[in-house]
Nanobody, 123 residues
Framework: QVQLVESGGGLVQAGGSLRLSCAAS????????MGWLRQAPGKEREFVAT????????YYTDSVKGRFTISRDNAKNTVYLQMNSLKPEDTAVYYC????????????????WGQGTQVAVSS
């Protein structure tokens, strides 16, 4: 089993930056893709970004392209989400997730996820 723990959330002003971290513990496999999802009040949970097990492939939802960067450090069993130029619409609870089925959103079946970390962006 895998446990995921997110950190790095907080309150920032529009235009600011945050770096989220997700640390994995327990047994992991090379086939695991990692991703970040978020859920804002009154909205469905959505994919924000995903990254393949090798780190060579990434996906970003249109609303964050050019502003967010997902990366991973397999030696540390950690995935990151660098969020720049934050907007109030980015306010949500962000969740880290792991999948053994693929990095694309159509294949990303969530096998594990963390408790979430709150990101709030004020205007």
């Amino acid at each position: 089993q895998v446990q995921l723990v997110e950190s790095g959330g907080g309150l920032v002003q529009a235009g600011g930056s945050l770096r989220l971290s997700c640390a994995a513990s327990g047994r992991t496999f090379s086939s695991y893709a990692m991703g970040w999802l978020r859920q804002a009040p009154g909205k469905e949970r959505e994919f924000v970004a995903t990254i393949s097990w090798s780190g060579g492939n990434t996906y970003y939802t249109d609303s964050v392209k050019g502003r967010f960067t997902i990366s991973r450090d397999n030696a540390k069993n950690t995935v990151y989400l660098q969020m720049n130029s934050l907007k109030p619409e980015d306010t949500a609870v962000y969740y880290c997730a792991a999948s053994s089925t693929g990095w694309t959103t159509s294949h990303f079946v969530i096998h594990y996820w963390g408790q979430g970390t709150q990101v709030a962006v004020s205007s």
